[in-house]
Each structure stands twice: as structure tokens, then as C-alpha cells.
């Protein structure tokens, strides 16, 4: 706030002066004009009346002549004052009013206020730099599962787009560079509260900068970035950033994963979907010939992850400075013989994954129309044609801006559902339709994720009943109205002394210190939540005795003789 | 040289100077001591005052809070003397009096702290 108060300050200099000097000239004219009193005799103005009389006028307010009616000279003289004294009033007043709205002032005074607001923040938060299509869905995201963000982007539009998304909580946002640090800084980088930082803006260079800058500041603090191309992600590895996402290198991963194991890919994305919304349909696709169209980034990342689960592929490239592979048809893809050429007829995919959205609707609607029965994945590059990608009905779409706002957040809300995700993925595909079965028991819409610490602070009800007679998982879920009901959750994951052991028994012992994963409907978690922090509930939930208050068991006593 | 720094220096010494033409003289006697000059310290004063904001520096810092006490000092001075003539109307007694210069005289001592820093700031500047 300093540095506001200092720049006013400055500025107001001149129109102050302006002010002083006008009134002191005034001020002296009115003392030495002569005036006659009503007796006859000579008089002058004293300093005190002068100064009542510019008080009034000045300001434009008028009361007559006091305190004797004036002369001409003094006449004259207050005229003049008049006109200087106003004149200079409203100079100073435009000045400020001026200085109010000066582009230079408001920035400082929203970069003070942003500032303020983030190192006063007293629940968890996340840095999120660059709002584009990413960090808004991310940023929604995390209100959704009650964690708070602080904007940084470079574009004041794409900043003020920020409060007019409905958030729950209030989200801070800031124009500012992610590459200097103080920008961070402002955004509460030092702030003990703050859980993380992702640089999401759509320059490389950027993200570097702003988790280069984090790992000095705070090396501590959990970095996720995201890179397009491969050589700034190693770079970014290089100084131990925690999460380097590459959107293209994900989501081939992930289609990888659905042609090899499409439950294991249903659960990975139930579980990392926006909690509430609607369950994801299974995908199942095929096994057979897949066409690639498009051999840039996106499609070499495709290739190989197909390639590397035994899936023949056929690529069509137009620019022969991507053509590496002897087969690659040459052309879009866009016309149909290009197409008969790649085997369209024999085909049992497509990959629309070109840069441009045009295209990719053209080869895709070309595929479908010489073979209807394909599977089609196409890539989205912009977001304003969400209501083509609606009425296309494509059977898989890539959306960059999602993929990595995906992976941001699990690894943010709660990072024991990224160990359970890695250890999830070394079972089979089998287990993993299991689980998937019992989550789609639960209710139709995404669970809610949220992990439970038996610790004095994170539940001070399980931690004491821990002591006891002991606690086992099954308690945690009991409903702590009625025993006999079970709440609607499930156990993915108990982290006791460091050993983790996914989809535990019932009737675990639960340790003081351990750290249950759960996902469930948002009810259960209430309930549940509220169990593990209430004494007497979790004493019934965990033996089925009804504790009483301080004042109840008094009552029941009976005053003591 | 540099105009603003003249404009600067002019106003800090005048405002020195102004005060002690005010408050030199027999502390209780009304005579030896002119309404005018006491007119001209005070606004001297003020635009001395302003002309000091907006530096972030220390030494800026201890500039703008001499010149706030002189103002302070040299206002009080000037309600004493309105009070006196015009509120309870029992003029310029040899007490009151006394309080207005001795009110100035204070005044005068933070305009002294005020030319001293800026002796002291000319005389560290190296070329």
C-alpha cells in the first residue's frame, strides 16, 4: 500500500501548491484592501476573517458580506479571490479525480489489493497461472472440491472473464507476467496456506520461468506445469518441477490404456472427473487397423502408444517434413481417395489429430461416410466449437485444455489419489472392473474423493477412539444417526505406517497416524466427516453406546446431597 | 544545476528564514513580532510541505516529518492568536504572546532539522 500512498502523493504535488498559493494571494488581498466600518472609521479585514470569507466562497457556498458590509476596494479584491480560489479548488478536485482513474494507479492499487487479499488467505489455495481454457476448467474444478485459486494471466480481458464465472468461493485474480517473480509473489507464494502452483500458460517459456522461480522461492511447494514440447519438459525435470504435463504425451497414455485395459481407463476417469457431473459412458475401442491422420505432436504421441499395445496403425501426413515412416500415405486426408489409399474400407479407427478443427471435421466425416461403422477420435483445438464437436458426436474427443486440467487436479486435491491411480494401474484389468461396478453403485454421478487422517488435528474423534478398544474401517463407515446403515462410500486406499495397501478389509484395525482414501457420494463425505470430528458420534458409530453431555449426565444425576 | 532543486532549497530556507524574522525579538512583547511575517511563514511553510511528498527514501522520510512538525507548531501559534483576538477578545497580553512566539519558536527548530538534512544531503551528493 506504501507505494500507492507515495505515487498520490507525487501526483498531488502540483495541484496542492496551486491551492496554497491561491488562497495565501486571497488571503493577503482581502487583509490589505480598506474597508469602512459602520461608523465611519477605516477598517481592514483581520487574517481570521479573510480565511472565514475564502472558506465559504471558495468552496462555492456564499453568506453575504461580513462582518460589516465591504468597500468597493474589498469588493473588488473578493471578486478576484473568488474566481482564483475556485478555479484552483476545482483544478485540485479534477486532479484527484484524475488520479483516481489513472490506468498506472489502478493497476497498483488492484496489484496491492490482489496481494493483500492472498497473504490473508487462511485455507488451502492454488496458484494457477494463465486462465485460458485450461485454468478455467481447472480453476472450476477446484471450487468444486472447496479449493481456492489465485489468478495470474497477462490478458486483463481473460482476467476480468474470472468474475463473471459464478465460483463459490471467491477466486483473486490479477493481471500480471508469470514470468517475474514478484507476480508470484503477489499471489501468495509464501503464503504457508498455499498448496501448490500451475504455470498453464500457452507459452512454454512462461511455465519454465514461473516453476523455475516457485522452486527457488518455495522448493518445497508442489510444481505442475505444462509443456508442448518435449525438450522445456526435460528441461523443467531437470530442476525437480513435480508434475511436467504434456497433454499430447497424456492423453495418448490414456488411449493407450482404454485399448489395453478400457475399466482401469473408465476408473481413471471417474475418479479424476469433476465430482457431481454425470459418469463418463465406458469406451471399448477396437482392436484392428487404425488410421492416423496428422503426424505432428499429437499424432506421433498417438502412434506410439498404439504401436506399443500391438495396434497396427497407418499414418497420413501432408507436409514431407514430417513424413519419417515408409508407409505414410501422402495427403490431409481430407478427400476420400487419400483415404481408400491409407484402407479406409479395412479400417476399425481413425484419428482426426490435426491442428486445425476444419480438417479434422472433414476427415472425420469423409471416414464416416465411406465407412460408417468406424471409430472415430478427433482432436478439439478450440473451444468455441463445442456445439459442431455436439452435433458430430465423435466417439472419443481430445481436448488438450481438459486432459491436463485433469491431471493438475488430481495430483493437487488430494495426492494420495495419485499413488492409488499409479498402484491401481499395476492391477488387472479385471480388479479394476470390480471397482468400477461398485462406484457406478454408489449413484450415478461422479464420487467425490476426499482422504480422512487419524490425527489430533485432521479427526480428533477417530484419533481417540483409535486409542481404545479399537477401531476398525468398517466404523468410519457407519452412519452415526443409525448403525444399521452403511454410508455410501468406499475404501480405496489405507496408508498405515507407510505401508499402502488398496481396497483394504472391513475389519482392518485402523492405527493412530494412518490415512484412509475414500470416494463417495458428497452426503457420506458430510457425514462421514462430521463423524470423525464429534466425539459422541464416533463412540456410537464405532461401539454403538450413546454418550451423553457434561449437562445431561448432571441432570440425570440429580443435584448431590 | 537543476531548477527544481533551486525551487526546493528556496522554499526550505525561506521557510527558516521567515520563521526566525517572526520569532526573533522580546518573547512578550506583541510589538516586535509581525502578524505579516507570521502569514508568510506559514504559508512558505505549507508549499515547503508539499514539495516534499512523494519521496520514498529516508532521508525524504525525515524531511516531510520536520516540515510536518513546523506546520503543526506554526497553525497552533495561529489559532492561539486568533483565539486570543477574536473568541475571548482579551488581545495580545504579554502570556499570550508568549505562547505564540514560543509556538514559533519550535517551529523554528524543526525548519533548523529541515535546512541542516538538506546541507547534509548537498554535502554527501559527490560528483
Excluded at chain 1, 495418448?252 to 463418463?280: D, F, K, M, N
Excluded at chain 1, 484419533?463 to 446403515?485: K, S
Aim: hydrophobic fraction near 50%.
Amino acid at each position: 500500500m506504501g507505494g500507492v500512498v507515495f505515487l498520490f502523493l507525487r501526483r498531488m504535488r502540483a495541484p496542492l501548491i496551486v491551492l496554497i498559493a491561491s488562497y495565501a494571494i486571497a488571503l493577503l488581498g482581502l487583509v490589505l484592501m480598506p474597508g469602512v466600518d459602520p461608523a465611519g472609521r477605516p477598517w481592514r479585514m483581520s487574517f481570521f476573517h479573510a480565511f472565514y470569507l475564502l472558506a465559504y466562497t471558495a468552496t462555492t457556498t456564499g453568506f453575504g458580506e461580513l462582518p460589516y458590509p465591504y468597500s468597493d476596494a474589498q469588493r473588488m479584491w473578493v471578486t478576484f479571490s473568488l474566481y482564483t480560489t475556485v478555479i484552483a479548488w476545482l483544478y485540485a478536485v479534477g486532479k484527484i479525480i484524475a488520479l483516481l482513474q489513472d490506468p498506472l494507479f489502478q493497476r497498483v492499487l488492484a496489484g496491492t489489493r490482489f496481494a493483500r487479499q492472498t497473504r490473508a488467505l487462511r485455507e488451502p489455495f492454488v496458484i494457477v497461472c494463465g486462465y485460458g481454457e485450461t485454468g478455467s476448467v481447472l480453476v472450476e474444478a477446484l471450487d468444486a472440491r472447496r479449493v481456492r485459486s489465485a489468478v495470474i494471466d497477462i490478458d486483463a480481458g481473460r482476467v476480468s472473464e474470472v468474475d463473471l464465472r459464478g465460483h463459490a468461493a471467491d477466486v483473486y485474480a490479477l493481471c500480471a507476467d508469470a514470468r517475474l517473480p514478484d507476480s508470484l509473489l503477489a499471489a501468495g507464494l509464501r503464503n504457508s496456506e498455499c498448496r501448490g502452483l500451475v504455470a498453464l500458460t500457452d507459452d512454454d517459456e512462461a511455465n519454465l520461468a514461473a516453476a523455475v522461480a516457485s522452486k527457488l522461492l518455495r522448493p518445497k511447494l508442489p510444481v505442475l506445469a505444462r509443456c508442448e514440447s518435449s525438450s522445456t519438459g526435460a528441461n523443467m525435470d531437470s530442476f525437480g518441477t513435480d508434475h511436467v504435463i504434456n497433454p499430447f504425451e497424456v492423453f495418448a497414455r490414456e488411449l493407450g490404456l482404454a485399448v489395453h485395459a478400457p475399466s482401469q481407463y473408465l476408473l481413471r476417469e471417474w475418479l479424476t472427473a469433476v465430482p457431481g457431473t454425470p459418469l463418463v459412458e465406458p469406451l471399448q475401442p477396437p482392436r484392428g487397423l487404425w488410421i492416423v491422420c496428422g503426424y505432428g505432436r499429437f499424432g506421433r504421441a498417438v502412434s506410439g502408444a498404439l504401436e506399443s499395445e500391438g495396434i497396427s496403425i497407418r499414418v497420413i501426413e501432408p507436409d514431407p517434413v514430417n513424413i519419417e515412416r515408409a508407409d505414410t500415405v501422402r495427403g490431409s486426408g481430407t478427400e476420400a481417395p487419400t483415404l481408400r489409399e491409407a484402407g479406409i474400407d479395412e479400417a476399425v479407427a481413425i484419428v482426426a489429430g490435426t491442428s486445425d478443427d476444419v480438417n479434422n471435421f472433414s476427415i472425420a466425416m469423409t471416414a464416416r461416410e465411406l465407412n460408417p461403422r468406424i471409430f472415430i477420435v478427433m482432436r478439439k483445438n478450440r473451444r468455441h466449437n463445442e456445439v459442431l464437436f455436439e452435433a458430430f458426436a465423435p466417439e472419443l474427443i481430445m481436448q488438450p485444455s481438459q486432459v491436463v486440467a485433469t491431471e493438475c487436479l488430481a495430483a493437487l486435491t488430494t495426492p494420495l489419489l495419485a499413488r492409488f491411480l499409479a498402484m491401481a494401474e499395476r492391477e488387472s484389468n479385471d480388479w479394476a472392473n470390480e471397482l468400477v461396478s461398485r462406484i457406478a453403485g454408489l449413484d450415478n454421478s461422479t464420487p467425490e474423493i476426499w482422504s480422512v487422517a487419524l490425527t489430533p488435528a485432521g479427526a480428533p474423534a477417530a484419533w481417540r477412539e483409535a486409542a481404545g478398544a479399537g477401531l476398525r474401517l468398517e466404523h468410519l463407515l457407519l452412519d452415526h444417526a443409525n448403525r444399521a446403515n452403511r454410508l455410501d462410500a468406499i475404501v480405496l486406499m489405507l496408508d498405515s505406517d507407510g505401508r499402502d495397501s488398496l481396497l483394504p478389509d472391513d475389519s482392518v484395525r485402523l492405527e493412530r497416524g494412518a490415512v484412509v482414501l475414500f470416494c463417495g457420494t458428497a452426503a457420506a463425505r458430510s457425514r462421514l466427516l462430521f463423524a470423525v470430528n464429534h466425539r459422541n458420534a464416533m463412540h456410537y458409530a464405532a461401539t454403538g453406546e450413546i454418550l451423553h453431555g457434561a449437562l445431561w449426565n448432571l441432570l440425570k444425576r440429580g443435584p448431590q446431597p | 544545476m537543476n531548477l527544481e532543486k533551486v525551487v526546493f532549497g528556496f522554499f526550505i530556507i525561506l521557510a527558516m528564514t521567515l520563521n526566525f524574522g517572526f520569532f526573533i525579538g522580546d518573547i512578550t512583547d506583541a510589538r516586535q513580532h509581525d502578524l505579516m511575517e507570521m502569514f508568510g511563514a506559514i504559508v512558505v511553510n505549507l508549499v515547503a510541505t508539499v514539495l516534499k511528498f512523494g519521496d520514498r527514501t529516508q532521508i525524504g522520510a525525515i524531511h516531510l516529518a520536520s516540515s510536518l512538525v513546523a506546520d503543526l507548531q506554526l497553525i497552533a501559534a495561529a489559532i492561539v492568536w486568533t483565539i486570543a483576538v477574536h473568541v475571548t477578545g482579551s488581545g495580545l497580553t504579554p502570556s499570550t504572546t508568549a505562547s505564540i512566539v514560543s509556538l514559533a519558536g519550535g517551529a523554528l527548530l524543526a525548519n533548523i532539522v529541515s535546512v541542516v538534512i538538506l546541507v547534509v544531503e548537498t554535502v554527501m551528493l559527490r560528483r
